[in-house]
Structure formats: C-alpha cells, structure tokens
C-alpha cells in the first residue's frame, strides 16, 4: 500500500487535480447558491428601490458608457452632461473604487439590472468563499461548512445580497485586509504585509466605514508582535499611504460639493467627533447588524477562547477578531456617521470567527466517534441559522417599469419625477434603461424643486409657491410630470411635492392626467398611487433649459448642452 510519502508523481497531480476540481464546483455552488436565492426573492424583476441602489448603478452605467462613447473626452463634462439626463450620479458622495468595478463589469456584460445584480451575487460568494477558507484554515472543513452557513443566514448578508451597495465589497476587502494581518502576525513576511496594506487601501476607497481598520490593524499587530508600531518603519508607511488615499477621496467629495458624514468641511467633522452626540445611535446600530443569536454565540465563543489553551494561529484570530469588534465600535463613537446597521457590516467577520469558536469548544465537549458529535453541531447550526433567517427583510418595489416606458422617448423630451429619494431614485433608473441613448431628459423635483444634500440634512424649497412653480415647469419646458404620491408611515408630504400637487389641481386645463399606475412599495399594495401628467404649454422639443446645482448645496452650476449627435443632425 502507498503512503502519502511515497505516493508516485501521477498520484499527486490527480490529487491536486481533484482537489481544485472540488473546489471549483465548491464555489460555484454557493455562486448558486446565491443567485437562486435573488431569483426566489423576486429582484431580477423589481424595481432598483434604495436611492444609494439607484445611485450607484447610474454611476457604474456613467462609467461603462464613457469609455464605450466618450474616452479621451473630459470625463467631468461627460459626468455633468450624465446627470443632468439621469440625474442619480453619486461619483462625489463615495469613493469610486464600487463604481470603477461596476463601470468595468457592464463593459463586459452589459448595462443592466440583471448584470448589476449578479455583479453583486459574484461579490457575495467571494465573501463567503473567502471567509469559508480561513474557517477550514482554523477549524476544519465541517466547522467552516457551518460557519459560512450561518454567516449567509444573517440579515444584513441576505439584504445586501439583494441590493446593489457597495456595503459587501467593503466587508470583503475589510476581512482580506485583517486576514493579510493575521498572517504578517504569524510570519512577518513582506508580502503578507504589502497585502494587507493593499486591501486595506482597496476598502478605504470603496467606503469610508473600512477607515475602522486604521484603529483595529495597528493595534491587533502592537498586541500580536509585542513590538512598538512607531518603531516599525514599514507598518507606519503602509497606514500613511492609507491616510493619504483616504484624504485623497475626502478632497474630491468635499471638491464636488458632497459631504463627509453629514459634514461640509474637515473642522465641522473635527468639532463634531469631539461632540460625542451620536453614542447611543451608534450602539443601537451596532445591535441592529447583529441578530441575537450571533452576539450570543459569539460571546460564549470569546470566553472560550480566552479561558482555554488554543492553537497559536487561533490564539491570534480569537485577539484579532475581539480588538476588531471593540475597534469599530469605538470609531463609529468617535467618527460621526448617520447612523445605520450597514456600516457594521464587516464586524460580522470577528462575530462570525467567534461563533464558530463557540460551535468548536461545544465539540470539544464530545469524542469524535461519537454520534452526538456528528448530529448535535449540525443540528444547533442549522437551528442557529433558522433563526437568522427569520429575520424579516422588506418585500420588492413594483411600477416604476411601466412608467418609465409609457412616458414617450424622444430627443429633447422633459420629464419630471416628484417622489421621495427612493421613488425618485429608482424611476430614473427604470427611465435609463428604457432611453438608454439619453434622448429625454428627466428631472428630479427634489433637487429642482428644492435643495439638500444626500441625506436631506439641509433642506430648502427653490420655488416658493405655485406660480414659480408652474413658471419653471413651462420655461424649461417640462412635457411630463410623474407624481408619486405615496408618503412613507410618519412623514408629510414634503413641501415642494405639496407645491406642485397643488400647482397642478389648480390648472387642469394646462397640466392633464393622462393615466395612473399601481405601485407596489416594499412588497406592500398601493393601489394606483403614481399619476402622470402632460403639460400641454410645453409642445417644443427643443434643447431644454435646464440648470443644476451639484448636490444641491454647492454653488456650482451646471448646465444642460446639446449631445454630439444632436448636433450632428
């Protein structure tokens, strides 16, 4: 019989054959795995709901068409000229490393919303390939099995694997940064460093939440090597490179009239981090992206791990996954942030090596050979993973499609869409795939109407009353005007959408009801909640007069020109 020491040449090669063949069908079926579960819930057919959603695939649409039409034009005229037809582009409000990706997947599959959402069900299964090996790294293959398991059941993993955020990337280049550390700490080579440096960077330019990993990396490796970081040379030049790409994309937002974290300049930032105000919104947050389940799990897992002997590498992922979750934590107290469970999101990683910690030291507990050891950690895993996925996650939106194709398409043509940030939002979507040559132009009357910044923070009305507002629907002119008039539980109508409703109530005889639409919100039935009117004082369809304010509070203006082929023809 050969043993593994003296197995022939050939053997070897068909056992790493096999090896990477399984792993191959390994990942693809958790690729699958995912893009069955965004088929059973209906999104290939929904409407792009959220407004960051919405934004972030215009933006990677902006992209894929400028190098397709446009490269070596200046890529801000182009941006300008972009928004100003479909006006969700959100290039300043975050970083771009998400919409470069984006911009490159369409050129090669497509602009669409099926390609989008496979984008992110590819993004998805790398996060839980990639957390899945280090899992059998440190627990073996069962443990690791269960771990993915219960990492693909919690609520924020299945939601963002729905949506098109850039919220997943950034815990996967997070979790490949900290797992590079993790293995500096262990080897102190080189190459394990200049990863970690990488991603780190890689995620600090895909959203500004990976800057937790400025607090949590220097102190995981002062704890882990035992050393001073100002004494070391090449650990103080990777985070400064970070910094300097993190300031870096900080200018360009607050360039292009954005905001940092609801702030319109760095010493605002300064004064309110020293503020202190948002603490118990941070934890309430923090509580929000964790079920339950998994801060118990991942409590008995860190008391576990602490209190018994445990291999080194383990040893240093339990350290590393504990100053992870207090690090963030911390940075989301000091950094103000509106706050939102999406930007714990990668604290899952230190949660979920935790849990699995718990479901090892449980196992401890039972010989191998035992069947209490085959059947009892399956069983409490898939019990643990019921209860994530019990987790209610809102329904689909519905009738932004039909709108967006019954309104007419043709050169020059104005429509108005009068919603809330989300109804806007994905109807400019729906309107761009349907005129994908911009031939019309649409406007949003949240930032015509009115003016604020991404997060409503500094809100004003432009028009002040109905005749200013029929006064611009006629001088730009605007042909169709699309009212939504669902409010969400809680709120007024805002008061430009007042405004306008009313302008058009006053002047049948000018602005005709021309059909209504039902509107399904969140899975939930509106009725025909979504009415579309034609000006009929607008009958010309030459170049509109249209002027914007970038974000809405910068004073930069930009103007509406004629497309090339316009002028062509």
Aim: with cysteine; charged share 20%.
């Amino acid at each position: 019989m050969h043993t593994a020491a003296c197995a022939p040449p050939d053997f070897e090669e068909r056992a790493t054959v096999h090896s990477r063949i399984t792993s191959t069908l390994g990942v693809v079926a958790v690729f699958v795995g995912v893009v069955g579960y965004q088929f059973a819930t209906g999104v290939y057919r929904a409407n792009i709901y959220e407004s960051d959603g919405a934004g972030h695939f215009v933006t990677g649409v902006m992209i894929a068409d400028y190098v397709r039409t446009a490269l070596g034009a200046n890529p801000v005229s182009f941006a300008e000229q972009f928004y100003l037809r479909s006006p969700q582009v959100t290039f300043s409000r975050s970083p771009p490393l998400f919409h470069f990706l984006e911009g490159a997947w369409f050129l090669c599959f497509g602009a669409s919303k099926t390609s989008g959402m496979l984008l992110i069900a590819t993004i998805s299964t790398a996060a839980i390939v990639v957390l899945f090996r280090r899992l059998s790294r440190l627990y073996g293959f069962e443990l690791a099995v269960m771990g993915a398991l219960l990492f693909a059941a919690t609520k924020p993993i299945r939601w963002h694997s729905r949506i098109i955020m850039s919220d997943v990337l950034t815990l996967l280049l997070c979790m490949l940064s900290a797992f590079a550390a993790a293995d500096y700490a262990r080897t102190r080579s080189t190459r394990h460093f200049v990863l970690t440096a990488f991603w780190l960077a890689l995620a600090v330019l895909t959203k500004e939440n990976a800057l937790h990993l400025l607090i949590v990396l220097p102190l995981f490796l002062a704890a882990s090597l035992r050393t001073s970081l100002l004494r070391d040379g090449k650990i103080l030049a990777g985070f400064a490179l970070a910094l300097l790409l993190t300031g870096a994309a900080f200018w360009v937002q607050l360039t292009f009239g954005s905001t940092i974290h609801g702030s319109r300049s760095v010493v605002e930032l300064l004064r309110r981090m020293l503020e202190l105000e948002d603490v118990p919104e941070v934890f309430h947050a923090f509580l929000a992206a964790a079920h339950p389940v998994t801060l118990l799990l991942a409590a008995a897992g860190a008391m576990c791990g602490l209190l018994q002997p445990q291999p080194d590498d383990v040893a240093r992922h339990i350290r590393l996954a504990l100053i992870w979750i207090v690090g963030i934590v911390f940075f989301f107290v000091v950094v103000p942030a509106p706050p939102s469970s999406r930007y714990f999101m990668p604290a899952l990683v230190p949660l979920l090596l935790l849990n699995v910690q718990a479901l090892r030291s449980l196992a401890a507990w039972f010989p191998v050979d035992s069947p209490r050891y085959r059947f009892v950690l399956p069983g409490m895993t898939c019990i643990a993973a019921v209860l994530l996925a019990a987790g209610t996650i809102p329904g689909n939106t519905f009738g932004y499609e039909q709108i967006a194709t019954a309104v007419p398409i043709r050169p020059n043509l104005v429509t108005m869409i009068a919603a809330d940030e989300y109804g806007e939002g994905a109807f400019v979507v729906e309107r761009l795939m349907a005129d994908r040559q911009q031939e019309g132009v649409v406007l949003r009357a949240t930032k015509v109407l009115a003016k604020s910044d991404w997060s409503d923070t500094f809100y004003s009305l432009v028009k002040e009353d109905t005749d200013a507002v029929v006064k611009f629907l006629d001088e730009v002119p605007v042909h169709y005007i699309v009212v939504d008039r669902y409010t969400r539980s809680g709120r007024e109508t805002v008061p430009h959408r007042a405004l306008l409703l009313k302008a058009l109530e006053e002047r049948p005889e000018q602005f005709v009801r021309v059909d209504q639409f039902p509107l399904y919100r969140r899975g939930v039935d509106l009725g025909k909640a979504i009415a579309v009117y034609r000006n009929l004082a607008a009958d010309e369809y030459e170049l509109p007069h249209v002027e914007l304010s970038l974000n809405g509070s910068s004073k930069r203006i930009i103007t509406l020109k004629p497309r090339p082929q316009d002028e062509l023809q």
